[in-house]
């Protein structure tokens, strides 16, 4: 088991388009192994494997909302077969921490992927869960939430991230200074 550094906006490397898994092989399943591990330490119900710098078709997903649908969920290869509606819902991300903004999403889809033994599945889903598939499909494209913003609200929230990274890297620095 292995806990993956996440990827933050603005990183070019969350751009990258993920590519279907060819087989779901012992290393894919110690990779939704290890994306699960990651996701649980970092508190969150949805990663993308692309969010930790590996372009491969994979999603997993654990909503903590209490009397639904709460188990892990694991999608290989997914697409969205049907969508119905549109509605706002309130998104956040692993990759653009500390920000919330609401987004336009289906509000019904229904999903073909395989499971983490390789097994094809089909699912309807509305809700937080059909909104969280949405989002993670759209990390699968290379896309964040906060490309459905306007350009302000995009540019406010990477230059704060960026400011954040510059002032996380500072402790470092000065560590490197002591040594030196
Ligand atoms: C995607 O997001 C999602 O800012 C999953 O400081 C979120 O797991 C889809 C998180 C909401 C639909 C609705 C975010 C953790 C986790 C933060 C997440 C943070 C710590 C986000
Ligand atoms: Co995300």
Known sequence: MAIYEILHFPDPRLRQKAKPVQVVDAEIQQLVADMFETMYA??????AAVQINVPLQVIV???NKEG???RPICFINPEIIHREGTMPWEEGCLSVPGFYENVQRAERIRVRALDREGN???LNADGLLGVCIQHEMDHLNGKLFVDHLSFLKRSRIQSKLQKQARLGQLPKLDAQKQAS
Do not use: R, S, V, Y
């Open 120 to 122: 094809p599945f089909e």
């Open 68 to 70: 639904e649908e709460n």
């Open 61 to 63: 997903m654990h909503l």
């Open 42 to 47: 970092a508190k969150g119900i949805g990663l």
